[in-house]
């Protein structure tokens, strides 16, 4: 049998692609080496967001005062428990994934894949053969040559951290990006000492500085210990040595030391070179369309390293299918949202106000608390939030939405629509939000920019 489609890789850009293309009538295969769903569902977005849920309402507990309730004795958390409501949710979605997979008529095969020629693949012995191949082999936790680090027990990496089923005392965080920062955020809320050891000025370098510059406050606030533009040097056993801003030697150590540096695409094995498909270590490289530089070969999601997120791989996936059977697609990926899950959350689409700058575009900006909204004030007792607006100076187009502050995961969707719409100022006048929600408070700095 000849597949219209063979994907490698059952994450949300692999699994969700596999899925569309069978329910447009086409004959699907799909590789899977380990289990469906992928970094996001197994150990990545899943996982943490439960976690972090838990975290919350420890935190609700904590604060239950400010809403008229009185908590006798002291609310703690349990991780051994959370890790049990953690397994379940993942488990449940997991089934789900598959039952999906089923009903669209996917064939799913589990095994590891490797490409064998333009149109074909090996797995586990045997030859199949496609019109189009999607690789969407993900990601994984990268290694940086840090002494002492590998093979080293009291290292964990984003997989082995989501484990552990007792809260250590003290943790000991590499890297001020967006994986680090949550971890950091669920362990320091939990009662955990954490210190967060990270080469750049700044955190989390792809969020708007002003709003990075509150994440950074509120995280401090949490009692989370940064060290800034400093650089890990080595490790030794449990101890974390650093060069401070001074160049001085310093040194941290903690129960566990999370190497949060980055992702690495998974290509080893793959079959890559043998075809010269186009790649280099950050990723297969791909246009708008999906396509590599091979007629036929596809790619979507991390293995690219062109947006480290679910929902881009997703979209990608799509984008990759529509262009392989005749429907005209791309990506925009200026109207992609990306979201930090800390307490509190940030969430940003389209541009920041130093690329508007450092692209010379004239713009306008609003910068408003998200108490404006009556509904933060109910739902965020004595918390605070910002939200900023940035505009095309002339014509009061979208450009940037970027917001810290409960709820904003959830309503910088409209922003994003509104970007991907091309939507200016006066257009959002004429759209009405229901009250009272925090979103209210979106449209208000949207009119004040
Ligand atoms: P993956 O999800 O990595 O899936 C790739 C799959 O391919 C894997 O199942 C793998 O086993 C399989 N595979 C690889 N090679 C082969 C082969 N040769 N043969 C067969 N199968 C193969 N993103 C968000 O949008 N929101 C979040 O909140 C978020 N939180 C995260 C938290 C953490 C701790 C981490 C690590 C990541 C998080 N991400 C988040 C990122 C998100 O998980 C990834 O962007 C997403 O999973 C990428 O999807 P993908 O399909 O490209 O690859």
Same mark, same amino acid.
């Given at each position: 049998m000849i597949y219209d489609l063979l994907v490698i890789g059952a994450g949300p850009g692999g699994y969700e692609a596999a899925a569309y293309a069978a329910k447009m009538g086409k004959k699907v295969g799909l590789f899977e080496k380990n289990v469906l769903g992928g970094t996001c569902l197994n150990v990545g977005c899943i996982p943490t967001k439960t976690l972090l849920r838990s975290a919350k309402a420890l935190e609700d507990c904590h604060e239950a005062s400010l809403y008229g309730i009185n908590i006798v004795g002291e609310a703690t958390l349990d991780l051994a428990a959370v890790q049990v409501r953690k397994q379940q949710v993942v488990s449940t979605l997991g089934r789900g994934v598959g039952a999906m997979l089923k009903g669209a008529g996917v064939a799913v095969i589990k095994a590891e894949a490797h490409l064998h020629g333009r149109n074909k693949i090996e797995a586990a012995g045997k030859v199949y053969e496609a019109a189009n191949i999607l690789i969407a082999t993900g990601s994984v936790p990268a290694t940086p040559? *840090?002494? @002492?680090?590998?093979?080293?027990?009291s290292v964990l990496d984003s997989t082995g951290i989501l484990a552990l089923d007792k809260t250590p005392k003290e943790l000991v965080v590499i890297g001020g990006g967006v994986i680090g920062l949550e971890f950091a955020s669920f362990f320091a809320s939990i009662g955990c000492i954490v210190s967060i050891v990270e080469m750049l000025p700044n955190i989390a370098p792809v969020v708007d500085a002003e709003i990075g510059k509150k994440l950074l406050s509120e995280l401090k606030k949490a009692g989370i210990i940064f060290h800034l533009s400093c650089k890990v040097v080595r490790i030794e056993g449990n101890i974390l040595v650093f060069l401070d801003q001074d160049g001085k030697e310093q040194k941290v150590s903690g129960d566990y030391i999370l190497n949060a540096t980055g992702r690495s695409p998974v290509l080893k094995g793959l079959g890559l070179e043998e075809l010269k498909v186009d790649f280099d270590r950050k990723g297969i490289k791909t246009d708008a369309f999906g396509h590599t530089n091979l007629p036929g070969i596809w790619a979507c999601g991390d293995v690219t390293g062109r947006c480290l997120l679910a929902h881009a791989a997703t979209r990608e996936g799509i984008v990759a299918v529509n262009n392989m059977f005749g429907k005209a697609d791309r990506m925009r990926y200026h109207a992609i949202p990306s979201v *930090?899950?800390?307490?509190p959350e940030v969430a940003q689409v389209g541009a920041t106000e130093e690329e508007l700058k450092a692209k010379g575009i004239a713009y306008r900006k609003a910068v408003m608390p998200a108490a404006i909204a009556g509904r933060f004030m109910i739902d965020y007792a004595g918390k605070g939030g910002t939200i900023k607006v940035l505009v095309e100076e002339?014509? @009061?187009? *979208?450009?940037g939405v970027h917001a810290i502050g409960g709820c904003c995961s959830e309503f910088i969707a409209n922003a994003s629509q509104m970007i991907e719409l091309e939507l200016r100022v006066d257009d959002v006048r004429q759209i009405v939000f229901p009250h009272p929600t925090v979103s209210e408070a979106l449209k208000e700095t949207i009119l004040h920019a």
């Open positions: 040559r *840090i002494p @002492g680090l590998s093979d080293n027990p *930090i899950y800390t307490h002339k014509y @009061g187009q *979208i450009l």
